[in-house]
């Protein structure tokens, strides 16, 4: 299986900043890679798929990047509605698998 | 706009049987170009993909859990269900349904999970 690790683990941050959060493939997986949001006691929803391209009515401060192993989600300006936990999934090869997670806290 | 809802018990005794059943409703589950599929989320091992199944039945299961999942698909009922063998504690968790979008052109084969369902908490617990 490959392995997906986030960093950080959790993070705080205030209203405006810039934030970026890591994800790192145990091998290389081209550009197959989405992030998800989730809120407490919510689903997972969809924000970047394809490592780069950004889902239908998701704000454009979310932007994704990378390819081969690493990839970078960024929030250009984080907003109130941003604090939430963010998941990085491979889809090169079943069985699918997720990051551990980010948590976005408020500073 | 598409939209998932899982169905099922949320208290299962250990070495039982769950069967949880998700409808799809605001689009056909006949579509090519969609997998469905479960996912689960428990505090000790995260977000885990359980296994996805085409409209035409065909599927496709994690190989830690493939001895003991089967999915199956209703069309007539726009449903599809998962059943999970010999549980145990470690099987307690959010149990999602969700659509795999495939997406493919010359180039490009990828796929993603959107939309999900809300979610089902099960305990496994005598």
């Known amino acids: 299986d490959i392995q997906m690790t986030q960093s950080p683990s959790s993070l705080s941050a205030s209203v405006g900043d810039r934030v970026t959060i890591t994800c790192r493939a145990s091998?290389?997986?081209?550009?197959?890679l989405n992030w998800y949001q989730q809120k407490p006691g919510r689903a997972p929803k969809l924000l970047i798929y394809a490592a780069s391209s950004l889902q239908s009515g998701v704000p454009s401060r979310f932007s994704g990047s990378g390819s081969g192993t690493d990839f970078i989600l960024t929030i250009s300006s984080l907003q109130p509605e941003d604090f939430a936990t963010y998941y990085c999934?491979?889809?090169?090869?079943?069985?699918?698998?997720f990051g551990g997670g980010t948590k976005v806290e408020i500073k | 706009q598409l939209h998932l809802q899982e169905s099922g018990p949320r208290l299962v005794k250990p070495s039982e049987t769950l069967s949880l059943t998700c409808t799809v409703s605001?689009?056909?589950?006949?579509?090519?170009?969609?997998?469905w599929g479960w996912i689960r989320q428990s505090p000790g091992k995260g977000l885990e993909w359980i296994g996805s199944?085409?409209?035409?039945?065909?599927?496709n299961y994690n190989p830690s859990l493939k001895s003991r999942v089967t999915l199956s698909v209703d069309t007539s009922k726009n449903q599809f269900s998962l059943n999970l063998k010999s549980l145990t504690a470690a099987d307690t968790a959010v149990y999602y349904c969700?659509?795999?979008?495939?997406?493919?052109?010359?180039?490009?084969?990828?796929?993603?999970?959107?939309?999900w369902g809300q979610g089902t908490l099960v305990t496994v617990s005598s």
């Open positions: 999934q491979e889809s090169f090869i079943m069985p699918f698998t």
């Open positions: 199944i085409s409209y035409s039945g065909n599927t």
């Open positions: 969700a659509r795999r979008i495939l997406y493919n052109t010359d180039s490009v084969h990828t796929n993603w999970f959107d939309p």
């Open positions: 605001g689009g056909s589950i006949s579509r090519s170009s969609h997998f």
């Open positions: 091998q290389t997986i081209s550009n197959y």
